[in-house]
């Protein structure tokens, strides 16, 4: 961990230079609490098991039981947490602690990154496939005050990924939901995504939280970052984010590119009482399931996106949901998903655009594509031979994905 800086929430956690700091006010922390506080925020993707922790920040020196409740004790107090209410360091019983709040790896930009990041597109990708390694995290600020998180990855001619629910910046290389996605996208251009509102590592308590505030903070990105036109990604519900934005600024979106997308949500599409009931059903549940942490409402949750998943990958959304924002959160999601509708303004897209849908998605229904594509002008409709929401990358049908992503982006 030599060299590395740790933020979350107000906190940065300053490794080399032992200091924790709050809003850049240095932190009283006790040597071994700090050590604790390090080794558990840097294995913050697992569980650390105590004796793990005991050999890591007591080495070979015999200490009993307490003196690891001592200092976890003084590491949650020292960054606002407690046993009680366990926000950003969780006891998992008969297991060991684990770091969950939402986290950021810090590393200084090299001058070469720096000059790219100013200046747009570099000229070859000398860094090497993207990673997470090659990432670079940064923050800017919406229109209401709320803290967005964005990230920069690859090098070439940019596409933005409009933001979608269940993303996180520094996750996501981890889990086989979008790794794939970021390492394949960033091939020869440069990926600039961000974590939305509530969401990730942007702020989760924020005071608005409405499809309008989901267009403002893809305007605030894209003006932070300096792009003057560029092509636009959206994903799920992303897509009617996309959408919304094409319109708004048709001077910015050069092409756009629409998957598993949707121009109006549940509530919104349903054509009887029936549908109507089912759609109001389908979120009571979601309610219930997102509130209590259900795991068995997860596990159904899990293989809507992804039924041809294996259990594993089942489980491993599951871990990556529940640490990309709070239960009251996803609810809040899934209320404003179902309220979607783009419908009316989606002729007024001027750019060419692509739409991408799974032919059998259980999630969000092929119809919506083909809705879609009838409401803009300039669009073309490809069904992809899969099952899945989210495309895995063990399918055929995502490398057909790619290739269509990348010839209609070479037009």
């Not at 032992?18 to 609490?33: F, K, M």
């Not at 903070?217 to 894209?222: A, G, M, P, W, Y």
Request: glycine share 8%; net charge negative.
């Amino acid at each position: 961990m030599v060299g590395e800086t740790f933020c979350f929430e107000e906190y940065e956690l300053d490794v080399p230079g032992h200091q924790l700091r709050r809003d850049g006010e240095s932190v009283r922390l006790e040597p071994r609490a700090f050590d604790l506080l390090c080794h558990l925020i840097a294995n913050r993707d697992r569980v650390v098991p105590k004796n793990e922790l005991l050999d890591t920040v007591w080495g070979d020196r015999f200490v009993s039981d307490a003196a690891l409740t001592t200092a976890l004790r003084t590491a949650r107090l020292a960054i606002g947490d407690t046993g009680r209410h366990q926000r950003l360091i969780r006891t998992v019983h008969r297991r060991g602690y684990q770091f969950v709040a939402p986290a950021v790896l810090v590393r200084p930009a090299s001058p070469a990154a720096e000059a790219g990041h100013r200046g747009g597109a570099a000229a070859s990708n000398v860094g090497g496939p993207a990673s997470a390694d090659s990432q670079v995290i940064r923050f800017c600020q919406a229109g209401d005050g709320t803290r967005l998180a964005y990230a920069s990855v690859g090098t070439g001619p940019p596409l933005v990924k409009a933001a979608n629910w269940m993303t996180h910046l520094d996750l996501e290389w981890t889990t086989p939901v979008w790794s794939h996605w970021l390492v394949d996208l960033a091939r020869n251009r440069r990926l600039i995504r961000y974590d939305e509102r509530g969401c990730g590592l942007s702020d989760w308590v924020v005071p608005s939280f409405t499809f309008d505030d989901w267009v403002d903070d893809l305007h605030s990105l894209v003006e932070a970052i300096g792009l003057d036109r560029f092509p636009l990604l959206g994903v799920s519900q992303g897509g009617a984010v996309a959408v919304a934005y094409a319109v708004r600024h048709p001077e910015r979106v050069s092409r756009l590119i629409l998957a598993g997308a949707y121009a109006r949500g549940r509530q919104v599409r349903a054509r009887d009482d029936i549908e109507r009931s089912a759609a109001a059903l389908d979120l009571d549940l979601a309610r219930v399931g997102w509130s209590h942490q259900d795991p068995r409402f997860l596990q159904v949750f899990a293989s809507q996106f992804l039924p041809d998943g294996s259990p594993q990958d089942w489980e491993e959304f599951i871990a990556f949901q529940r640490r990309t924002t709070s239960p009251a959160n996803g609810v809040r999601f899934l209320e404003e998903f179902a309220r979607i509708d783009v419908s009316a303004i989606a002729h007024r897209v001027a750019c060419p655009t692509l739409i991408l849908h799974s032919r059998d998605d259980g999630r969000v229904p092929a119809t919506q594509a083909t809705e879609l594509a009838a409401l803009i002008p300039d669009s073309r409709l490809v069904l992809l031979d899969s099952r899945n929401h989210l495309l895995a990358s063990s399918e055929p049908a995502w490398g057909e994905f790619l290739a269509h992503v990348d010839a209609f982006l070479s037009e």
